[in-house]
């Protein structure tokens, strides 16, 4: 019982001994950064190529890894897919304001549509949106 009691009165006074934490002292931020400069901040400001491998699967159970190779420059986007051996399998460029123009595309990235998709998906990605309408 003494030793009980002498645990509980050592535990109680060791509580009491102990600093209490405090929060942190919180300071003004001294510059308040826009909604639109954070959101600009996910886009690239400058130049960029980026490569990526992409491993995809068909409906019949085939697949295989392709690298892709994306090219930012003054707005332009330059989009390039390769077997892993070199072999251009699709090939496409498009201005900032205009249609892709497709440079070379075989089996099965020659399909309808394909071009708009892709480009549009890697624009999305890659390429900060317009503000206006």
Known sequence: MRIACFCICLLLASCVALQQPSLPVLRPVSTVVSADA????AFTSRDWQFVHSITFTTDNGRGSTLI???VLQ???????LMGVE???LFEAEQQPNGKPVVRKAMPPFNKMGFAEGLMADVRTLFVEPSTTG
């Not at 954070?38 to 901040?41: F, H, V, Y």
């Not at 003054?74 to 390039?80: E, I, M, P, W």
């Open 38 to 41: 954070i959101c600009t901040q």
């Open 68 to 70: 892709g190779v994306t």
């Open 74 to 80: 003054a707005g332009n986007l330059r989009t390039v």
């Open 86 to 88: 070199g072999l251009v």
